[in-house]
């Protein structure tokens, strides 16, 4: 059995008190624990401070705004919440498929929203104890300074596994950040970068709070598709979001605007570009879903940093792409 290091936690009731803790130097958050704790099992951090969010309540929230016209998600939203609750389900339904897809009930109902969005990248050459990982000599993630997934590599390239995140980038969601000094909100696609070891531009002592879902302006269909081994509780080994705003409410409706977002390539999420021709196709012509998964296909290269073979979770990719944009012209 893996056991924790000695530990220092503070529980801190209030956000304020929180952030305050968060500014102790190689500090850590852990929300439900579900990720940070094995990896710490794993030696892979050896944090002087954890700062539980616990019992801050005030994250805890889903508040439709409407002045604002967004979903506001606390971040200690746990995954179980989130999946069930009426709105999500109702207007961001691809959202709450993802966060029911996740892992297992009992991860979901101890993991959180902000835990699944600041998930650390993963690697099977990294994921290991501290004992297999010496066998190897480390790598640039851990105790190294080589990468064995791309030889010769500098930059570590371990996978964004998160399931939420590509559908909250799908649906132009965007992060509020806080420090004791203040706060700013990140379009969510513009918060990862491509390292690894270091994939968020969140700042040492921010923390994210909030996250915030634009409500739908048009009539659209949105998706969530992730392959893995086993369906009862895995990480996605190949993942894609998509959403098609339509000029009204049918199957057969024009294509008014898509973004399509594919997950675990390397240590950000990757939007699949080159899709203007599409708009003004009706959603349910063939060639929608063939062209979709065919430029997924083009421009996405999984690499060796998770199980199975590269070229199959690239083909599968293409499958379930095309699969899923059929099952969303099939829907209703
Ligand atoms: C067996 C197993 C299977 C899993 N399968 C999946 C899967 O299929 N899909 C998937 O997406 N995930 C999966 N996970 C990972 C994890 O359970 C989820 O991603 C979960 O949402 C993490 O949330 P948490 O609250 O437990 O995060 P924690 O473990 O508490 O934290 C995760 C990271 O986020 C940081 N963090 C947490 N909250 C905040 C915040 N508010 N602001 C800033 N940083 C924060 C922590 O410091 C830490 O680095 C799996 C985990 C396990 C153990
Ligand atoms: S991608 Fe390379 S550097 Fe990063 S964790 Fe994997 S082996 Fe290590």
């Given at each position: 059995m893996l056991r924790l290091p000695?530990?220092?936690?503070?529980?801190?009731?209030?956000?304020?008190?929180?952030?305050?803790?968060?500014?102790?130097?190689?500090?850590?958050?852990?929300?439900?624990?579900t990720d940070i704790l094995p990896n710490l099992k794993h030696r892979l951090d050896r944090?002087?401070?954890?700062?539980?969010?616990?019992?801050?309540?005030?994250?805890?929230?889903?508040?439709?705004?409407?002045?604002?016209?967004?979903?506001?998600?606390?971040?200690?939203?746990?995954?179980?919440?989130?999946?069930?609750?009426?709105?999500?389900?109702?207007?961001?339904?691809?959202?709450?498929?993802?966060?029911?897809?996740?892992?297992?009930?009992?991860?979901?109902?101890?993991?959180?929203?902000?835990?699944?969005?600041?998930l650390d990248t993963r690697c099977r050459y990294v994921n290991q104890t501290e004992f297999w990982r010496s066998a190897i000599g480390g790598c640039l993630k851990s105790e190294g300074s080589v990468c064995h997934v791309v030889?010769?590599?500098?930059?570590c390239v371990a996978a964004?596994s998160?399931?939420?995140?590509?559908?909250?980038?799908?649906?132009?969601?965007?992060?509020?950040?806080?420090?004791?000094?203040?706060?700013?909100?990140?379009?969510?696609?513009?918060?990862?970068?491509?390292?690894g070891t270091?994939?968020?531009?969140?700042?040492?002592?921010?923390?994210?709070?909030?996250?915030?879902?634009?409500?739908?302006?048009?009539?659209?269909?949105?998706?969530?598709?992730?392959?893995?081994v086993?369906?009862?509780?895995d990480f996605?080994l190949?993942?894609?979001?998509?959403?098609?705003?339509?000029?009204?409410?049918?199957?057969?409706?024009?294509?008014?605007?898509?973004?399509?977002?594919?997950?675990?390539?390397?240590?950000?999420?990757?939007?699949?570009?080159?899709?203007?021709?599409?708009?003004?196709?009706?959603?349910?012509?063939?060639?929608?879903?063939?062209?979709?998964?065919?430029?997924?296909?083009?421009?996405?290269?999984?690499l060796g940093n998770v199980p199975y073979?590269?070229?199959?979770?690239?083909?599968?990719?293409?499958?379930?792409?095309?699969?899923?944009?059929?099952?969303?012209?099939?829907?209703?």
């Amino acid at each position: 059995m893996l056991r924790l290091p000695q530990l220092r936690v503070a529980t801190p009731d209030d956000l304020d008190d929180a952030l305050a803790l968060l500014r102790t130097p190689g500090a850590r958050v852990v929300a439900g624990g579900t990720d940070i704790l094995p990896n710490l099992k794993h030696r892979l951090d050896r944090p002087p401070l954890l700062v539980s969010l616990s019992r801050v309540g005030a994250l805890r929230t889903i508040v439709r705004d409407q002045t604002a016209g967004v979903l506001r998600i606390g971040a200690g939203v746990t995954l179980t919440e989130l999946s069930e609750h009426p709105d999500v389900r109702a207007f961001f339904p691809s959202l709450a498929d993802a966060a029911g897809r996740v892992a297992s009930p009992l991860i979901r109902n101890m993991g959180t929203i902000g835990g699944n969005i600041n998930l650390d990248t993963r690697c099977r050459y990294v994921n290991q104890t501290e004992f297999w990982r010496s066998a190897i000599g480390g790598c640039l993630k851990s105790e190294g300074s080589v990468c064995h997934v791309v030889p010769g590599g500098r930059n570590c390239v371990a996978a964004m596994s998160s399931d939420c995140v590509p559908v909250l980038i799908s649906l132009d969601g965007a992060l509020l950040l806080r420090t004791a000094d203040g706060q700013r909100e990140i379009p969510l696609d513009a918060y990862y970068q491509a390292d690894g070891t270091n994939h968020t531009v969140r700042g040492a002592d921010e923390l994210t709070t909030e996250i915030r879902v634009p409500w739908p302006g048009r009539p659209r269909r949105t998706g969530y598709s992730k392959w893995s081994v086993r369906k009862s509780i895995d990480f996605p080994l190949v993942s894609v979001a998509l959403r098609f705003d339509l000029e009204r409410d049918a199957s057969n409706a024009p294509i008014v605007g898509l973004r399509v977002v594919v997950g675990v390539l390397g240590a950000r999420p990757r939007e699949v570009t080159r899709l203007d021709d599409l708009l003004g196709v009706p959603l349910d012509d063939p060639k929608v879903a063939r062209a979709v998964a065919d430029r997924v296909h083009q421009q996405c290269k999984p690499l060796g940093n998770v199980p199975y073979e590269a070229p199959y979770r690239r083909e599968m990719l293409r499958v379930h792409t095309r699969r899923a944009i059929e099952a969303l012209v099939s829907a209703r």
